[in-house]
Nanobody
Framework: QVQLVESGGGLVQAGGSLRLSCAAS????????MGWYRQAPGKQRDMVAVITEGGTTNYADSMKGRFTISRDNAKNTVYLQMNSLKPEDTAVYYC????????????????WGQGTQVTVSS
């Protein structure tokens, strides 16, 4: 089995910063894309940022210049540095990984963390 565990969420004032981390564990063979999505109350889950195994990044337009995604392949961990936070960034942030793991046979798919709450006060 595979587990993705997020950390780093919390309450911050507008203009502040937070750094989210997400570590994947289990009998992982390889990880392709890793990324962050977020979901505000009553809204759909939207992409925040994605990073490939080679380090190519893609951001939602509203996050460009404020958020930075990075990853440590040796640790199977993805990070999201969030600066200049706004109240509209308030949401549950989910990490995901497109990966392959081995348990008597190979399994490939997208796996999600449990989510971490980010609240930005005005």
């Amino acid at each position: 089995q595979v587990q993705l565990v997020e950390s780093g969420g919390g309450l911050v004032q507008a203009g502040g910063s937070l750094r989210l981390s997400c570590a994947a564990s289990g009998s992982i063979v390889s990880i392709n894309n890793m990324g962050w999505y977020r979901q505000a109350p009553g809204k759909q889950r939207d992409m925040v940022a994605v990073i490939t195994e080679g380090g190519t990044t893609n951001y939602a337009d509203s996050m460009k210049g404020r958020f930075t995604i990075s990853r440590d392949n040796a640790k199977n961990t993805v990070y999201l540095q969030m600066n200049s936070l706004k109240p509209e960034d308030t949401a549950v942030y989910y990490c995901y990984a497109g990966l392959t793991y081995y348990n008597r046979k190979y399994y490939t798919g997208d796996y999600w963390g449990q989510g971490t709450q980010v609240t930005v006060s005005s």
